[in-house]
């Protein structure tokens, strides 16, 4: 009997689904956007009726499902299953998801963890993290988080929401108040999601910008607009993108003190701006790192399809921790 696993990764922006083979190849993917206005109920209701809408479309049994993997842009409580908030969908909190997804797949085994560790564990083991013992992989995307994968393993702390670094404080009580319900975390500086929210207030204060009229209007500004108007050299997508690089820099260089991974793999929709984004943001953490060992600051190599490859690999990580 052929055995299947499904991953799905929940973004701020897009929900991604994927079926994989036992040899772990993506036999089918898909993606919806994001719904961060329904209820929880509503919202893993949508997700349990597309799993099973696949599972039908590659005839697959439930009991040739190996697991469910989901990958959630959230603070978890990992033993538990447990969604405690999501900053980036700030109505899914406070719920019971593994247990739920579960009982509405009829009983098939459910394992929840924080997206970024989803990921991390994808690169550890099929794309840039090959070769290396520890990595540290950060989403630069709608938001930003890291998550540290040790010889294999998933490091989670106590209570399941290690790696959470993109609320750190850059700068307290300063700034945009972020999902976190804090001011002046590094997310709310320098992630795609904010520095949106940065740029239309800078617009409400009367500063110029084409950013408007590439975009048809204020609310369509998003970060292609911004990189769009960067290359066109448009003081304001000059600056944001200035605030940027230095907040990313500051926070890969508090990141390697605190962690002393030398292994950097940064993945998320903003990394396709390349250099123009990641070469002055190294630069920043070259400016406070004196120490001349080498640190390695490398792209995701999975791809549309780490995500849901990453959040099917914590199904067979959670069975190899249950081997130990």
């Known amino acids: 009997m052929d055995h299947y696993t499904i991953g799905v990764d929940v973004g701020g922006t897009k929900t991604a689904y994927g079926v994989l083979d036992g040899q772990k190849n993506v036999l089918d993917h898909r993606s919806h956007p994001s719904n961060g206005e ?4 509503a919202f893993f209701d949508q997700i349990a009726g597309n799993v099973k809408d696949l599972m039908a479309a590659r005839g697959i049994g439930k009991e040739q499902l190996l ?21 980036a969908l700030v109505k899914i909190k406070d719920f019971p998801a593994r247990s739920y997804l579960s009982e509405k797949l009829g009983g098939v085994p459910v394992v929840l963890d924080n997206d970024a560790r989803a990921a991390g564990l994808a ?8 070769g290396f013992e520890k990595i540290l992989f950060c989403p630069v995307s709608t938001g930003i988080s890291s998550a540290l994968i040790i010889k294999g393993k998933p490091f989670r702390g106590t209570y399941g929401w290690a790696g959470e670094t993109g609320h750190m404080i850059a700068t307290p009580g300063e700034g945009v ?11 709310s500086w320098c992630s795609g999601g904010f520095i949106v929210k940065h740029i239309k207030n800078w617009i409400a204060r009367g500063e110029k910008t084409i950013m408007t009229d590439l975009a048809g209007g204020i609310d369509r500004i998003d970060s292609i607009i911004l990189e769009r108007a960067y290359d066109q050299g448009d003081p304001m997508a000059v600056k944001a993108f200035t605030q940027m690089t230095h907040w990313l820099g500051v ?4 990141l390697y003190v605190t962690y002393n991974v030398d292994c950097f793999i940064l993945g998320g929709g903003l990394v396709n701006m390349g250099e123009k984004l990641l070469g002055p943001a190294r630069r920043v953490f070259d400016g ?12 995701a190599e999975c791809k549309e399809h780490c995500g849901v490859l ?14 130990e």
């Not at 959040?311 to 921790?321: K, M, N, Q, R, W």
């Open 288 to 299: 406070y790192n004196h120490d001349e060992r080498p640190v390695y600051f490398k792209t």
């Open 310 to 323: 990453g959040a099917a690999e914590l199904v067979h990580a959670g069975a190899e921790e249950e081997e």
């Open 177 to 187: 108040e972020c999902g976190c319900g804090n001011r002046g975390c590094y997310m």
């Open 67 to 87: 697991g469910l993997g989901l990958g959630m842009p959230s603070f978890i409580l990992y033993d538990q299953g447990y969604i405690v908030k999501t900053s």
């Open 251 to 254: 926070w890969f260089y508090n």
């Open 38 to 41: 329904c209820s929880p109920e």
């Open 123 to 130: 690169e550890y083991r099929h794309g840039a993290g090959r």
